[in-house]
């Protein structure tokens, strides 16, 4: 069965980095684009980003473009976030969650693993 | 783009609700329309994906479609169980960003 297991949260000061991990098993990690999506306090999902199977295309949400990177390694069957230049705004619960393609027009979130706590304050 | 839902919904067990998600610009017919469960304390799951398929697993009480003309989806429950209890989320798509509506806490009394 997929399991998808994130971990590297934790509590930090504005400004600080954070290197967020998820990683996966049942499933064919190599042939799969994967994203990042998070849920701030008492608030909604917010998509962060979202990286190609190969991790040639990457794509970022507004708020984090230009602070947050996503990676993947597939021979290690792990996904990354490295998250740099922290606000309070970015805490939250880190969901790592895998990509499935539907056909040429579209794609969907199939599975969430259970996420990470990321807490940012002075 | 945004994704409005009405913040709360309630109904009784055995009844059927539905839920809207309003799509603010560009066509919803455009990009396919997601929806995916939370219950408390949980990790989100997807109860629709592709407008109107259920994954495996997902039982045929849940169902939604898509309205061209008021540029909405709508997910409806039918025959309501206390443990559809939960917050529902919309998402769709622009180009290459991922927008989710702002959820929808779906209370069942």
């Known amino acids: 069965q997929v399991q998808l297991v994130e971990s590297g949260g934790g509590v930090v000061q504005p400004g600080q980095s954070l290197r967020l991990s998820c990683v996966a098993s049942g499933f064919n990690f190599n042939n799969y684009g994967m994203h990042w999506v998070r849920q701030t306090p008492g608030k909604g999902l917010e998509w962060v980003s979202v990286i190609s199977y190969d991790g040639s295309n990457k794509y970022y949400g507004d708020s984090v473009k230009g602070r947050f990177t996503i990676s993947k390694d597939n021979s290690k069957n792990t996904l990354w976030l490295q998250m740099n230049g922290l606000r309070p705004e970015d805490t939250g619960v880190y969901y790592c969650a895998k990509d499935q393609r539907i056909d040429d027009s579209g794609d969907y979130i199939d599975f969430w693993g259970q996420g990470t706590l990321v807490a940012v304050s002075s | 783009f945004m994704l409005s839902q009405p913040h709360s919904v309630s109904e009784s067990p055995g009844k059927t609700v539905t839920i809207s998600c309003t799509r603010s610009s560009g066509s919803i017919a455009d990009y396919y329309v997601q929806w995916y469960q939370q219950r408390p304390g949980g990790a989100p799951t997807t109860v629709i994906y592709?407008?109107?398929?259920?994954p495996s697993g997902v039982p045929d009480r849940f169902s939604a479609s898509i309205d061209r003309s008021s540029n909405s989806a709508s997910l409806s429950i039918s025959g309501l169980k206390t443990e559809d209890e939960a917050d529902y989320y919309c998402?769709?798509?622009?180009?290459?960003?991922?927008?989710f509506g702002g959820g929808t806490t779906l209370t069942v009394l």
């Open positions: 592709a407008d109107n398929q259920r």
């Open positions: 998402q769709s798509n622009d180009y290459n960003t991922w927008v």
